[in-house]
């Protein structure tokens, strides 16, 4: 069964950049079944969709993070990474990586990691 | 982006009742090419990360208990649990992806009468 650990610091200053890493276990994430999103969760609020990478390397993200965003992956490390530039409070939240299936199209996250709590404050 | 809008915010249930939790979007999520609606329902515990429940509107993940349902099309979804169990209570979640950029609903939690 397919393991995602996310990784990264939890503390980060505002107007930085946030950086996280999803490392896959028991999964390839050069497989073309499968895509590789990242999600986040505000304390006591909802999911918020923040963008996802094909086994292709091509992407999308949400409109309303995408001049900040950058979701890339190494094939060597089995990893995905999320890097979200100028940071505010706003951002503070629980980054969740997941899995997504890809059959003939675009199918539902099947997977998530446990997520990690980033704080933005100076 | 397309809109998912739950109802109710919160419920409270007794156990063995029914519980139901609508999800409407903002345009369809149906895909004529493969007559699928694209459309999934996750189920959150305190300090857990959500579990897929239902893909496809109203296929049930492998494991899931079939207390669990899910119909509608098009933009009218409805999960239901036909006998609320004391592990069922939780936050649910909707998602479309249908388009590009995936959406959520804000949530339905699920608790105890």
């Known amino acids: 069964q397919v393991q995602l650990q996310e990784s990264g610091p939890g503390l980060v200053k505002p107007s930085q950049t946030l950086s996280l890493t999803c490392t896959v276990s028991?999964?390839?994430?050069?497989?073309?079944?499968?895509?590789w999103s990242w999600i986040r969760q505000p304390a006591g609020k909802g999911l918020e969709w923040i963008g996802h990478?094909?086994?292709?390397?091509?992407?999308n993200y949400s409109p309303s993070l995408k001049s900040r965003l950058t979701i890339s992956k190494d094939t060597s490390k089995n990893q995905v990474s999320l890097r979200l530039g100028s940071v505010t409070a706003a951002d503070t939240a629980v980054y969740f990586c997941?899995?997504?299936?890809?059959?003939?199209?675009?199918?539902?996250?099947?997977?998530w990691g446990q997520g990690t709590l980033v704080t933005v404050s100076s | 982006d397309i809109v998912m809008t739950q109802s109710p915010d919160s419920l409270a249930v007794s156990l063995g009742e029914r519980a139901s939790i609508n999800c409407k979007s903002s345009q369809s999520v149906f895909y004529r090419t493969d007559n699928k609606n694209y459309l999934a329902w996750y189920q959150q515990k305190p300090g857990q990360p959500p579990k897929l429940l239902i893909h496809?509107?109203?296929t049930r993940e492998s494991g899931v208990p079939d207390r669990f349902s899910g119909s509608g099309s098009g933009t009218d979804f409805t999960l239901t649990i036909s006998s609320l169990q004391a592990e069922d209570v939780a936050v649910y979640y909707c998602?479309?992806?249908?388009?590009?950029?995936?959406?959520f609903g804000q949530g339905t939690k699920v608790e105890l009468k």
């Open positions: 990478i094909y086994d292709s390397g091509s992407t």
């Open positions: 998602q479309q992806y249908y388009d590009i950029v995936q959406t």
């Open positions: 997941a899995r997504g299936v890809r059959g003939a199209t675009v199918e539902s996250i099947d997977y």
């Open positions: 028991d999964g390839s994430i050069s497989s073309n079944s499968y895509y």
């Open positions: 496809w509107a109203s």
